[in-house]
């Protein structure tokens, strides 16, 4: 009877004490999170003990960042607004590649040579065997006990160049590494693939789809919430079928966010619509956003006026096109990017004052329109950089508290407090040359903003309809005809009846309430 009593009291412990898949995450990843991307190596070095090869000095060595980095900046995170935080991988690396004169190292993540187990550098202790997922399960959960989301960063298409150790790593472990055959071969017999020559692995081969198919449900059964799939556009369609029947099934309230980099709002729209993605990063946004802010294109590339025939299609005309637009990731900054942002904007205006009224404008859009805003780490603070690897510098923790950081703080926090602006329907009010409106709503709330792109003030106040707009519905129009609208950003009123009257400063911007 006692051993009856004690094996009960195991299993009920067990029951109780293994987290199932996802236990921690609260809901699935949507218009309500605020993603912000950690290239792990670059953010902070929490661990000095599991550093190799580390020299900040040099840009393509590695420079110390890890798990417990991450974890030491909960507070920072917390106190941005961050609910998701999307990692680069934590795959085993190839280290170093090329001659001793000018070494490349992968501390990216992007090269790997074994995908099933965590790389050294990350990881702290020895409490798992080396390499063990239970080292990445433990990031995770720490980070969902801060109410932080996790998304993981996967790569289908590749493997690390390969080097000594990689080979030395196939040896050892060849039943969790991909085995020569699996790979896509030239004419000449020759591995390298398209992107910068890594091998690339053909997933038209049913052993590899299987292969990476339990891969990653042990990645996800480390219980994260989303998952970001590298270079999507340059996989095999063998490969979406079987995920439709396995993994997406079995894990529904996962996201998965295609990287595919391109700036077409049709083909990015094909990869959520016929190869089932729920996302995808909206590069087209990012390019919409470069024209207009930086490059002074018509404001009317968001969206046409609507008033005349043949008018072309802006960008939110043709969301459309997407199955949901809400989900899409908007992008302000990336890595793989020609340079940061900022860098590209002090480029056209060289003023910094400028640039920094440009850099609020475009976080004002992003905080504010449809789809997912996530924010590569550092872009709050003003980081700056040309392309890889001045785009990839140590993040800069002084800065946090500075005027840009604050601006972005505060926007977050009003996009938090809106469920229009996390969910609702977006309907254009108005669009020119400098200046574009929209209105957003979500049950019983409105949200409008109005963005003025030109240097200057506006010369007049704008009129702006609300009661003749034949998109809106009834109801959203019967709430705001005589009210008073209030900038959440200024505390300015406006009264409306069947329309309101603005006026802006130059790249200045109203979220009206």
């Not at 009291?9 to 991307?37: K, W």
């Not at 077409?264 to 390019?287: I, K």
């Not at 008033?307 to 809400?326: A, H, V």
């Amino acid at each position: 009877m006692l051993k009856f009593f004690l094996c009960l009291f195991l299993s009920l412990a067990t029951l109780f004490t293994v987290c199932p898949y996802n236990a921690l995450a609260v809901d699935a990843i949507n218009g309500g999170d605020i993603i912000y991307f950690v290239l792990t190596d670059r953010w902070r070095d929490g661990d000095p003990n599991n550093n190799q090869a580390v020299d900040k000095s040099q840009p393509k060595f590695y420079h110390g960042g890890d798990f417990e980095g991450i974890i030491q900046s909960i507070p920072y995170l917390k106190d941005l607004g961050v609910t998701t935080l999307w990692v680069t991988p934590v795959y085993k690396q190839i280290g170093k590649i090329g001659p001793n004169e000018d070494p490349s190292f992968s501390y990216h993540g992007y090269w790997f040579s074994n995908p099933n187990r965590v790389d050294r550098h990350l990881y702290s202790g020895d409490l798992y065997p080396e390499g063990d997922l239970r080292y990445f399960k433990d990031f995770v959960n720490k980070m969902h006990a801060e109410g932080i989301k996790v998304i993981l960063d996967l790569v289908f298409n590749h493997t690390g160049y390969h080097n000594d150790a990689y080979d030395a790593e196939v040896a050892a472990h060849p039943k969790e590494t991909i085995r020569d055959d699996w790979f896509n071969r030239g004419g000449s017999g020759e591995i390298k693939g398209t992107l910068a020559g890594l091998p690339d692995i053909n997933h038209d081969l049913v052993d590899v789809r299987d292969f990476f198919i339990k891969n990653t449900a042990a990645w996800i059964d480390c219980g994260i919430d989303g998952i970001r799939l590298d270079t999507t556009k340059h996989l095999e369609d063998a490969l979406w079928q079987d995920l439709k029947k396995t993994i997406w099934s079995k894990y529904p309230n996962l996201i998965w966010i295609g990287e595919v980099l391109l700036f077409d709002v049709g083909t990015l729209a094909s990869y959520q619509n016929d190869d089932g993605l729920d996302s995808v990063f909206d590069f087209a946004f990012y390019q919409t956003i470069k024209d207009t802010f930086i490059y002074n294109a018509s404001m009317e590339k968001f969206a046409k006026k609507g008033l005349f025939p043949n008018e072309p299609d802006g960008l939110f005309d043709l969301d459309r096109l997407y199955r949901d637009p809400n989900l899409l990731a908007t992008v302000t900054d990336n890595h793989d990017l020609s340079s940061r942002i900022l860098t590209a904007i002090k480029g056209q205006y060289g003023d910094t004052d400028k640039a920094q009224k440009v850099m609020k404008l475009m976080f004002g859009l992003q905080f504010t329109t449809r789809g997912i805003p996530k924010i590569y780490y550092g872009t709050e603070v003003g980081l700056e950089g040309y392309s890889d690897p001045d785009n990839r510098k140590d993040m800069d923790f002084s800065r946090q508290g500075s005027d840009l950081y604050n601006f972005v703080k505060r926007l977050i926090a009003i996009r938090k407090g809106s469920e229009a602006l996390q969910y609702g329907t977006l309907t254009t009010l108005y669009s020119d040359q400098f200046v574009y409106a929209f209105l957003r709503h979500y049950g019983n709330e409105e949200k409008i903003v109005v963005i003025n792109n030109g240097l200057e003030e506006m010369p007049s106040p704008l009129s702006i309809a609300i009661a003749t707009n034949t998109n809106l519905p009834s109801a959203v129009k019967e709430r705001l005809n005589n009210s008073t609208l209030t900038d959440v950003l200024t505390g300015q009123t406006y009264s409306l009846t069947d329309s309101f009257a603005i006026a802006l400063p130059g790249k200045g911007m109203a979220i009206l309430e």
